[in-house]
Each structure stands twice: as structure tokens, then as C-alpha cells.
């Protein structure tokens, strides 16, 4: 299990990288942290040209908070996320999702951008960053533009990048005040990827109905998964048992196709999805009721 | 894919010792370690980062060195296994703890979990049971069962407590 | 000449015992901590080259052609072998069932996925894998078999053509008088079970350094080797070779479990090193070729069995149909697995009669190989679910029926019908300490409670034997041959009293080690860092079986403790004479040989050393001036088993009860374990640290393979868990807390009293785990039948009993 052959360049800017990447005649890939990329190159899976490492582009580590939102270079490891005090404080379903990630060693490597452009369908940050409406900040040949987290995944594997584009910043919004957030997920051995888990936010309205829920479930499709469905049908109710368990169900039946493998079939996926989003709604409710409280 | 890439020079510090040289730029860091330095006491145990054999601190933190190619340890600190205990043979207090906790039995998955338990207990001096089980959780020990580690954990945190507060003691 | 070793504690030769039967800190674990030991892949010899190995992807198919020209001419690469270099240098592997063995490399077809077809050897790994890439094999597709039930068909694919079939061994044993039994029964409980291929993963996994001589013929390997006897013997057979030019160092091992295996890419590194002029050769197995192609899966079993039970709760009868799929070859031993359940196949109970409808197939899968336990763990999960089953039945409490049935401790040694005679124990006083520890009766409250909410919460009580100190004798129904399995060391005495112990086998956790320096130390009554112990490979040790079997902590003592007395009885003729006495005056004890009535008159063990190696002069004329002596231990009485496979086999078996305690959530199917309760009895815990190291260590691989560890196949046998990812090791975030207590029983055939019990807990664990998740399901009304209870199952049977 050692990889094959490859070129190897450690740019110190996006420049620098973006143009290694158009200047490559063959396949190139950006090593991030490497926790997904270094096995598939050892096992000779992934068999790129050029190997651009961005480990050196000091400027993409970064945490900052400024017009209600975080701005997070995409070379931020994870364990400065999960240790960041201003991520624990506004925004902590980025926190929750953060230290869900495998353990405390790949966190040290891995990174935020990496888990993005790497869009594995059941890892913790695509699902986190599309029930946080993420913006991602791009750049390329052609300069910088920014993505959406829901257009950004598109299929298994897949992202909205070029082949020549880095991934510079993940921007979050701060917790709106009120609001309530869930991250639950369901994995084989605590650190494993989920089979299946959902990100919920919530806020309760002035009559203490559901208002602007948002469920987002990972695991059980090529990309983040939207229920929009259930969503709708948690809006302007009373919250409560009966409902979080008509949403679960609901959110269940709206997911396509869900992926089959060793450890969970579709059926049992689908069903766990439906789990995942009736804790989460009570988890996040019961945010909702607290910070509503304290208001 | 090239046949071959042109080899890198790298500078990297392991255990307190310099060290120049020419790597490959697909060398694991684990190899270059084990093959290029002869610091064996690295071990790897699956190439794909889910064991945590090859544990070793880079800059501080641990890492997987079979997840880390040589060349991105290029200016870096490390410190493997080799470099826990004192040079004059006196074990590092975790691997006292070890020894006492009879916290291994093969001991082939050790040098990575003394590294693991080593920047937990820099960053975290008296952890809580939850911190010591994330970081545990990413090491695989297939003999002990882990119950001796997670009792050489505490035993290793409580030592270098006592070894701090006595070096803080004014006049000790 | 006749050695009488110490058969219980207190016969050594000491007033102070310090160190056997104490917790003692290993010796192994300075250099272990420190990253000194050297494990095979730390090796390096001058002119190594490395080896890659070229799999199949194919899990039956015909290998047309192999084109290695292109990799030849990579630089870097020194050999290449196929598979006529096997066909030239090597016979078909030595497999039981006699006769199911096939070439290192395949040459005409291939027959599991992952099967070698080609091997480089290179100047670095890299280089090796690079040129694996450069070999083009046309391969054509053959029908896979991938069911042991579809391979036992008329219309099957054949696995290996030759031999006709795919059923390597079909056999009923019958011990009594099993069909009355059954017909005179008050109740007869028959189930199905299934239990999935799991397997051993050392966190190291196999490697060796191989070199050839091209001219002289003469063979080295080093390697991580569980028996390195047993591993040269195999490689001359291989390539037909005088046994006494294979040589085999064994390394420091990272675990092993019974899942080294290696053979394979042992031999094709053999055959490359021949190639390369004799340069050393280094194969180490990776991950990925461990779970697929490795040591690594065991036990793929298919069960159907029954039990008879009488009006009074006694059970009268057992009858246990296997199916196990063996894969494509017996090349790994997977068959001795199915073959040890005879020592031990009514567990600890009176059960009088038994029969066992054994089916081996062979299937386009891995080789099965052995794993921890060696078999019985899965033909326990079955008796146990079947005990529970027959309680329930009988509305007894398990763990009272478990009682009612356990053989009484006035009754040893007990034959079981299946031959093996168990040697001694306390089995009511192991269930009843187990049950305090556990609370029981509080936790049945705590169940009944918690099923009040409709929580579904289980309580496993299960008891099982660990048979320990095999022999050769246990597999002969799967066709191994021959009786007696020696473990030899040689102690040595020097002039200034410091005692070196020279053994054949290799570290590998279990602290024998250690072991060794306590047992010598409180012979001779120095301290334990007197003594040293120093590893001989297999020209120059004594003869050495080495750990297997739960057998090498009994064995060394049995060796060791031998030698130590043969040391003795020369020092006192010594001393005798230099004391103008007789011998039978001559007693050791704490460290000195004093004439019996004469205070003050006694040599210590340095003088009377120093003085035999220095003054021969001084000696009587028939005594070997070396205080130095070897001894070879072996099971005493083994004897070929008869046409039913009985024998005496295994020498010692120790007992054990664990109580657990599980929650299953009903949404997802997860199983919480929130107790976990062992008693255990092997007898005489030489160092009680290694002892409970061992069932620690046992119970989580036990709730590994009873909870989450599983190789899965599709039905083109291609494998499916390659990483690990997929097949699930328990971290410790899996494994439960334990709380132990022991009972000690010691052996009155073994030295010291001591009992096998390195497999340990395996036995139970899982057996015990299921038993949980079954008590737990019974209000639903259904039965946990295949292991491992994995969420995916569970989740559906509770889905179906809710429907």
C-alpha cells in the first residue's frame, strides 16, 4: 500500500496554487490535511500527476467573526474549529458537527475545506454547511466567486469546482438569537462515519409554533439531503412528540435513493434518517424553548 | 504519472535531532521515519489512518504519519516514541503508567497510543473521562481490551500533576 | 531420568515466595515503551530487497497468461516469480483436510479474490508495488461458488476440479446413545443459528525476512511467527527440502491471535530471494491484504442444533449439525477449527450423549484460518442460545438451569462424551460469585422495571469451558496427525550466579517472558533481573511449539520448572560431595543447599555454580560439570483418538461465567452494553496481571465478534469489508467496563496447578453477549439468531415483532 509516482509542489499562495493546477497537463489534486486523500493515494485509488499541497498557504487558517458571520479559511483544521471559542459561542452546530468527525488526531490534520471539496455524503461538514446556508469562497484562473453550500455538492464525491479552482473560505452565519439547533447522527463506532444523521435548526414563534425549520440529512444520499416536506409540515405547529416523529417520517419517504452498503441497506437507512430527524427536531425544540427563555 | 519524481530535500528536527535529507515526494511520513531515519519504534498497522499505530507528534500535535507525506514534515518539530524517555533509560510517566497498569500486552500498537496520551495530557492536564475516550477512541489496541489503558491514562495524568505541583512548590 | 515438578505453589523451593503468583510488571515492556523491540518490519539485512505481491481480482477464474516482461525491465526490480515458478520450486500447500492444498502462486486458475498470481522483488516497496502495476494477466472468468449450501450441489463449479467435490469432510460422530436421548426427551428445543466470518487482526500483521540460497539449498526465515518449528517443518515440506536446512528466527509479534498465517507470501518471498541470487527478501502483508487475503477470517458456520431436556430441567442430549465454508482451501487450518468443539462440545455440563454432523465445504472464498479459541466460541454461542432457549421453555431461570446442569465439583476429572476428560473445577462457585458480583437478582428487578416502560433490556448469564494445553490429537477427525506438543528450555547457571534461559519462541503479549524470570527466580530465590531470557530460532533451540492452544503459559512452566530441577539434582550431588554428605542430605531452599540437621552448613547456588564451572577437578566423576540443563515438557498420556475422535486432548479446562446486561434502543437496533460481569477459574494465576491483561483483552474481541466484526461477501465472492472502515474493531468507546472476580481451582495434572487461559474469555463473551440480546427480545418474541447482532439485524427483527 504505497502511492504511485507523483509531481509534488507546495505553493505559500491561492496564486501560486490556482496556477500550479491550470499549468498541469494531467490530473493534479489539492492535499488539504489528507485524511481522506493520503489513503485513497496509498491504496492507489486516487492516481493524480500532481499532487498540490496547500499545507503552506499560511493565509487560508483563519477564524473571524464580522457582519453576523464566520469566515473560516479552508486550512483550518478542525481542531482549531472544535476549539475555537467564537465557533463554540455563535455558532455551535458548527461546533457540534466538529467534533463528530472521526477523533481528535484526524482532526488535527483534517481540515474545513478539505471535508467540503472532498462532499463524502456521509461525513459531517457537507450536511453542516448546506443546514447553515454556508457561502464558499472559490478562486480560480478567472478570479474568485462564491458558491452556495447547496449548489456547491453535486453528486457523490463531487463538488461545483473547476478543476483549476481552491477553496479559500467557508462563511457561516452566526446563531440568529432564538434559535434552536440539533447535529445527530448514528454511526457504527463513535468516530465512524454516519449511516445516517441529521442538522436541524428551529426557532419557536411568538405563540410557540415551529418556525423556519430547516432539516438537512447526510448519509443516506449522494448529497446533503433537504426534506423539504417535512420541513413544511413542522412549520406552524405546536411542537411536541407526535410531530417530530410525523416529520421523521415524512423525511424519510423523501429521500430517493438511499445508499446501501455493509453496515446499513437502504430500508434500514431511510429509517434511520426519519430517527435522526425526529432527535434532532426535539433536540433543537428544546434550544429553541431555552433561548427563547432567556430572551 | 511520472515514473518517478525528482526527490526533495527536507530539513526537519525528530526527537531534539536535525536532520537533512532526500525523499520522494510520495514517501509516507511513516516511512521516512521508520525506512529513511531508522526510528522503528513507529509502527504502522493499516496505511489508511484508522489504527493509529504510527501516531507521532508533528509540531505538537499527533498525527497519523502514514496520513502525511515526508515532504510536507519539511521544517517541521517532531517527536516519535523514541524521543518519550530520558536519555539515560528513565521512562517518560506515561509509560511508567504503563508498565504499572500492565496497559499493554503486545505492544505493537503503543507507540501510538503513548503519542496520543502525550499531547492530550500536554493540552488537557487532568482530562475528563469523555476527552480521554475521543482520543483514545482513535487508537486500536486488539490485546489489552483498553480497560488498562484507560487506567494508565488517569494513573499518567495524576503523576505528572504531582510532578508539576512539586516543581511549582517554592523552595522544592 | 525422572523430574518431579512442582505441581502446586508451595512445592518451590522457596519460604518467601516473591514473584510466581504475584502481580507481577512485566520485563518485555521497557523496550516495548521505548520503540526497541524489533518486530520483523524493523529488519533490515544487507542486499534486502522488498516484495509486492499481484492479487486476483477474480474470484474463480482461469489465468490465461501472465506477462511480467515490462516489470522485469523496471529499474530497481531484481526478481519476479509466477506461478510456474511455483509449479518448479514448490509442492501444493500441507493442508487438513489432507489433500485440499493448491501452489503458493496460482498457476492454472485462480480461486478466491485476492489469491497471488504474481510477486515482484525491488529495491523498495515502492518500486516493488510500481512494477506490479507493469504485469498484465488475462484472466477468463469461471462460474463462483460463494454458498457452501449451492457448493455442496451436483451442478456446482468445482473449487479444486481434481478432487470432484467441493465437500471436503462430511462426518457424524455419535457419542451414545443420542437417538433415544431425544425420542425419550420431555422437551427437545432445535434451532438455527449462523454465525459470520470474523477474524483475528493483530494490530501487526504478517511479515518475514526470507533468504535462499540458490546453491547450498539452505533456507532462512525470520518472521513474525506464532510456532516457528511448526512454520519451518511446513516450509520443507513445501519445498521439499531436508528439514534441517530451514531455519526460522521468530520475531517479537504484534498479537496474534491464531491469525498470523503468512505462509503464502512467505514462500513467494522464498522463491524471489532463490531468484535474486539468495538476497534477503522482505514480504510484509498490508492492511488490505491481511482482510483479504491473510490469516484472517474464521468460523463462516451455518448451524442447526437441538437439545433434549427431561422433566426435572436436565438436559439428556445435544445434537449440533455445522455446515462451516472453509473457502478455497485447507491450506489455512480453518478445519481444526470445527474439530476442537470436541474437547470441550457439551460445555460445562452433565450432558451424557452427544452427536456432531460436521460438513467442511469449500467455497470461492479465503481460506479459512484460526482465530482465538480455535472454534468452540461459536459452538458455545449455539449451546448457550440453545440453554436459554430450554430454560425459557421450561420457565427455569438461566442462570438456576445452568446450575442444575453444571458438572459437580466432586465428579472430576470428568469425561465428556465427546472423549476429552476435563481436569478439575468449581463451576457452582463460579456461577454464585459471578451472580453477587453482578447483583442478579437486583438486575432482574432493574429489567422488569425498565420493561414496565417498554424499554427492551436483556440479562445474559452463560458459562463456558476454555480447554487449554492442546494437542495434536484434538483435530484428528479433520485428518492432523500424531500426539505430543514439546516446549523445551534450557537454564543455565554462570559463575557469578546469573541464570540465562534459553527458549524457541517469541514474545507476543502474553508476558511468558516474564513468566519465565519469575518461575526462576523464586526457584533459585534470586531477584527476577538475575535472570534473563534469550530466544534461540529453531537450529539451535530446544524443541518449541511456542503460544497456541492456551497452552505455552502451563508448558514454559512445565519446561522451565523441569529444567530448574534438573539444575537442582546436579548441585546437590555437588554439594554433597564437597560437603563429605550424601545427595538425599542436600536440600535447596531460598537460595542455598544446606545439609539436612546442620545449620550453618550450605553452599549458596553462585558458589556451588562457580565451583562446578571452575573446578571440575572437585566433581564426582559422573556428574556434568554445567549447571546447565534442559527439559523438554509435553502433556503427559495423550494418546491417538479412536474411530469417534475421542481422546484425552486438551489437558486443562477452565470455566468461566459472565453476567451481562444490554440495552437495545428500538430505533436504531444498537446494543448498549451497561454490565459486564466475569468469574473465572484457570486454576493458578502464575502472574494474575497477564491473567486478567488476557480477559480483558478476550472479552473485547468477544463483544467484537458477538457485536460488530464481520467479512462480508457478495455473491461473486468478491469481498466487501477491505478496510477498516468496513470490518468494525471495537475502540474503546465498544468495549464495556468490566467487573472480575476469580475463583482458583488449581489443575492436578498441570505444574503449579496452572490452567490454559490465554484464549480466554472469547469463549464466553460472545456466547454470554447473545444470551443478553435474546433475554432481551423476549418480549417481542423473537430470537437473535446470526452473529454478529448487528444493528442492521437487530433493527429488523424488532421492526418484524412490532408489524
Not at chain 3, 472430576?412 to 472423549?419: A, C, D, E, L, V
Request: aromatic share 6%.
Amino acid at each position: 500500500m504505497k502511492p504511485a509516482p507523483f509531481e509534488y509542489v507546495a505553493p505559500t499562495t491561492v496564486e501560486e496554487a490556482v496556477s500550479s493546477l491550470s499549468g498541469c497537463d494531467g490530473e493534479a489534486k489539492l492535499l488539504a490535511g489528507g485524511q481522506s486523500l493520503m489513503p485513497l493515494l496509498n491504496m492507489r485509488l486516487a492516481r493524480p500527476d500532481l499532487v498540490v499541497d496547500l499545507g503552506r498557504v499560511a493565509a487560508l487558517d483563519y477564524i473571524r467573526e464580522s457582519d453576523g458571520r464566520l469566515a473560516i479559511g479552508a486550512m483550518t483544521s478542525k481542531r482549531s474549529v472544535e476549539r475555537s471559542g467564537l465557533v463554540a459561542s455563535r455558532q455551535p452546530l458548527l461546533h457540534a458537527a466538529t467534533v463528530l468527525v472521526a477523533h481528535p488526531q484526524i482532526r488535527n490534520r483534517g481540515t474545513v475545506g478539505g471535508s467540503m471539496a472532498q462532499a463524502d455524503p456521509a461525513a459531517e461538514y457537507p450536511a453542516m454547511a448546506v443546514a447553515l446556508d454556508a457561502e464558499l469562497r472559490v478562486v480560480g484562473p478567472d478570479g474568485e466567486r462564491s458558491i452556495n453550500a447547496e449548489d456547491f455538492f453535486v453528486t457523490y464525491l463531487t463538488t461545483a469546482l473547476q478543476p483549476a479552482e481552491v477553496l479559500t473560505e467557508i462563511r457561516v452565519p452566526v446563531l440568529a438569537p432564538g434559535s434552536g439547533w440539533a447535529f445527530t447522527e448514528v454511526a457504527r463506532r463513535h468516530g465512524d462515519f454516519a449511516m445516517a444523521g441529521a442538522a436541524v435548526t428551529v426557532t419557536l414563534d411568538a405563540g410557540g409554533h415551529c418556525a423556519d425549520a430547516k432539516i438537512v440529512l447526510f448519509g443516506v444520499g449522494p448529497v446533503p439531503v433537504r426534506p423539504r416536506g417535512a420541513e413544511q409540515a413542522v412549520n406552524g405547529e405546536r411542537p411536541g412528540e407526535d410531530l417530530y416523529r410525523q416529520a421523521g417520517r415524512k423525511a424519510s419517504e423523501e429521500i430517493d435513493e438511499p445508499l446501501s452498503d455493509v453496515h446499513a441497506s437502504a430500508e434500514y437507512r431511510r429509517h434511520l434518517a426519519g430517527v435522526m430527524v425526529r432527535r434532532g427536531l426535539a433536540e433543537a425544540v428544546a434550544r429553541a424553548a431555552a433561548a427563547r427563555g432567556d430572551a | 504519472m511520472p515514473e518517478v519524481a525528482a526527490a526533495r530535500k527536507i530539513r526537519l528536527k525528530v526527537n531534539g535531532v536535525a536532520h537533512e535529507a532526500l525523499v520522494e515526494p510520495r514517501t509516507t511520513l511513516a516511512d521516512f521515519l521508520r525506512g529513511g531515519l531508522a526510528l522503528t519504534g513507529t509502527h504502522v498497522g493499516c496505511e489508511h489512518g484508522v489504527c493509529g499505530a504510527c501516531a507521532v507528534l508533528v509540531d505538537g500535535t499527533a498525527v497519523r504519519s502514514c496520513l502525511m507525506l515526508a515532504v510536507q514534515a519539511d521544517g517541521a518539530e517532531l517527536m516519535t516514541v523514541e524521543g518519550l524517555a530520558e536519555s539515560d533509560g528513565k521512562l517518560h510517566p506515561i509509560q511508567e503508567a504503563f508498565v504499572e497498569e500492565h496497559g499493554l500486552q503486545c505492544g505493537f500498537c503503543t507507540p501510538g497510543f503513548l503519542i496520543a496520551i502525550y499531547e492530550l495530557l500536554e493540552s488537557d492536564p487532568s482530562p475528563s473521562e469523555e476527552a480521554i475516550r475521543d482520543v483514545l477512541g482513535g487508537q486500536m489496541c486488539r490485546c489489552t481490551g483498553y480497560q488498562s489503558i484507560l487506567r494508565a491514562v488517569h494513573s499518567a495524568a495524576a503523576k505528572l500533576g504531582a510532578a508539576r505541583s512539586a516543581s511549582a512548590t517554592p523552595g522544592a | 531420568m525422572a523430574v518431579e515438578i512442582p505441581k502446586r505453589l508451595e512445592d518451590l523451593p522457596t519460604s518467601a515466595r516473591r514473584w510466581v503468583g504475584r502481580h507481577v510488571q512485566r520485563r518485555e515492556d521497557a523496550a516495548l515503551l521505548t520503540g526497541r523491540t524489533e518486530f520483523i518490519d524493523d529488519v533490515v539485512l544487507p542486499r534486502m530487497l522488498h516484495c509486492a505481491i499481484l492479487r486476483s481480482p477474480f474470484a474463480h477464474a482461469r489465468v490465461v497468461k501472465v506477462d511480467t516482461r515490462e516489470a522485469e525491465s523496471l529499474p530497481g526490480v531484481v526478481a519476479v516469480v509466477t506461478g510456474e515458478d511455483a509449479l518448479r520450486w514448490s509442492h501444493p500447500a500441507i493442508t487438513a483436510p489432507d489433500g485440499w492444498g493448491t501452489h503458493c502462486i496460482a498457476a492454472q486458475k485462480v480461486r478466491y479474490v485476492g489469491e497471488p498470481v504474481a510477486a515482484v522483488a525491488a529495491t523498495s516497496r515502492y518500486e516493488a508495488e510500481d512494477a506490479l502495476e507493469r504485469i498484465t494477466v488475462d484472466y477468463d472468468p469461471l462460474e463462483v461458488v460463494a454458498d457452501p449450501f449451492r457448493a455442496m450441489e451436483e451442478s456446482s463449479p468445482l473449487v479444486i476440479e481434481e478432487k470432484g467435490t467441493n465437500v471436503m469432510l462430511q462426518r457424524v460422530f455419535t457419542w451414545g446413545e443420542v437417538d433415544r436421548a431425544f425420542a425419550d426427551a420431555a422437551h427437545v428445543f432445535t434451532e438455527k443459528f449462523r454465525w459470520n466470518r470474523v477474524g483475528a487482526n493483530p494490530t501487526e500483521t504478517f511479515g518475514a525476512v526470507c533468504e535462499w540460497d540458490p546453491m547450498s539449498l539452505d533456507l532462512t526465515v525470520r518472521g513474525s511467527i506464532q510456532s516457528a518449528s511448526h512454520f519451518g517443518l511446513g516450509r520443507a515440506a513445501t519445498f521439499g527440502l531436508p528439514s534441517n536446512k530451514v531455519n526460522v528466527k521468530s520475531h517479537p509479534h504484534g498479537g496474534s491471535f491464531g491469525g498470523k498465517g503468512g505462509t503464502r507470501g512467505t514462500d513467494i518471498a522464498c522463491m524471489l530471494s532463490r531468484k535474486a541470487g539468495g538476497r534477503p527478501v522482505k514480504w510484509i502483508e498490508d492492511r488490505m491484504e491481511y482482510l483479504v487475503s491473510g490469516g484472517s477470517q474464521a468460523w463462516d458456520r451455518h448451524y442447526i442444533a437441538s437439545i433434549a431436556v427431561d422433566g426435572d430441567g436436565r438436559v439428556t442430549g445435544l445434537d449440533v449439525k455445522l455446515v462451516d465454508d472453509l473457502g478455497a482451501t485447507g491450506e489455512g487450518y480453518g478445519a481444526i477449527s470445527a474439530a476442537k468443539p470436541l474437547a470441550a462440545f457439551t460445555g460445562p455440563y452433565t450432558i451424557p450423549v452427544a452427536r456432531y454432523d460436521l460438513t467442511l465445504v469449500a467455497t470461492n472464498k479465503l481460506p479459512a484460518s484460526p482465530y482465538r479459541g480455535m472454534g468452540p466460541p461459536p459452538h458455545f454461542f449455539v449451546l448457550e442460545q440453545l440453554m436459554d432457549i430450554a430454560a425459557r421453555g421450561l420457565d427455569i431461570d438461566p442462570a438456576e438451569f445452568r446450575r442444575r446442569n453444571f458438572i459437580p465439583s466432586d465428579r472430576f476429572p470428568y469425561t465428556i462424551p465427546s472423549g476429552n476428560e476435563y481436569d478439575s473445577g468449581s463451576y457452582e462457585e463460579v456461577l454464585d460469585k459471578a451472580l453477587d458480583l453482578a447483583g442478579y437478582a437486583e438486575l432482574r428487578r432493574q429489567q422488569a422495571a425498565a420493561r414496565e416502560q417498554g424499554r427492551i433490556v436483556g440479562i445474559g448469564v452463560a458459562s463456558a469451558i476454555e480447554p487449554g494445553v492442546f494437542d495434536w490429537n484434538a483435530y484428528a477427525v479433520v485428518g492432523m496427525q500424531g500426539t505430543g506438543v514439546p516446549e523445551g528450555a534450557t537454564v543455565s547457571i554462570d559463575v557469578l550466579g546469573m541464570i540465562t534461559v534459553r527458549v524457541g519462541f517469541a514474545m507476543e503479549g502474553q508476558g511468558q517472558y516474564t513468566l519465565v524470570s519469575q518461575l526462576v527466580a523464586d526457584y533459585f530465590g534470586v531477584e527476577m533481573d538475575a535472570v534473563r531470557v534469550v530466544q534461540l530460532d529453531t537450529q539451535s533451540a530446544p524443541p518449541s511449539f511456542g503460544p497456541g492452544g492456551s497452552r505455552l503459559g502451563v508448558a514454559i512452566t512445565g519446561a522451565v520448572l523441569g529444567a530448574c530441577e534438573r539444575i537442582r539434582e546436579k548441585m546437590c550431588a555437588v554439594t554433597a560431595r564437597l560437603m563429605q554428605t550424601e545427595p538425599a542430605n542436600i536440600e535447596l531452599r531460598d537460595g542455598k543447599f544446606t545439609v539436612k540437621g546442620m545449620p550453618g552448613a550450605e553452599m549458596s547456588v553462585p558458589e556451588v555454580a562457580g565451583t562446578m564451572l571452575a573446578r571440575s577437578d572437585l566433581l564426582p566423576p559422573d556428574v556434568d560439570p554445567r549447571p546447565e540443563a534442559t527439559h523438554v515438557w509435553t502433556a503427559p498420556g495423550r494418546a491417538p483418538a479412536d474411530e469417534e475422535g475421542r481422546a484425552k486432548s486438551y489437558l486443562t479446562a477452565a470455566q468461566a461465567v459472565h453476567v451481562v446486561g444490554v440495552e437495545i434502543d428500538p430505533d436504531t437496533g444498537f446494543v448498549e452494553i451497561f454490565k459486564y460481569v466475569v468469574c473465572d477459574d484457570c486454576g493458578t494465576r502464575l502472574n494474575p496481571a497477564v491473567v486478567e491483561g488476557q480477559t480483558e483483552g478476550s472479552v473485547a474481541q468477544g463483544v467484537g465478534v458477538a457485536l460488530y466484526e464481520e467479512y462480508v461477501y457478495d455473491e461473486e465472492a468478491q469481498p466487501l469489508t477491505t478496510t477498516f472502515m468496513d470490518y468494525l474493531i471495537p475502540t474503546v468507546n465498544e468495549v464495556p467496563a468490566m467487573e472480575k472476580v476469580a475463583v482458583v481451582t488449581p489443575s492436578p495434572f498441570t505444574p503449579l496447578g496452572a490452567k490454559g487461559c490465554g484464549e480466554g474469555a472469547i469463549h464466553t463473551t460472545p456466547a454470554a453477549v447473545m444470551c443478553a440480546v435474546n433475554d432481551a427480545l423476549v418480549p417481542l418474541g423473537v430470537l437473535a439468531r446470526e452473529v454478529p447482532a448487528a444493528p442492521k439485524r437487530l433493527w429488523k427483527l424488532i421492526r418484524a415483532a412490532r408489524d
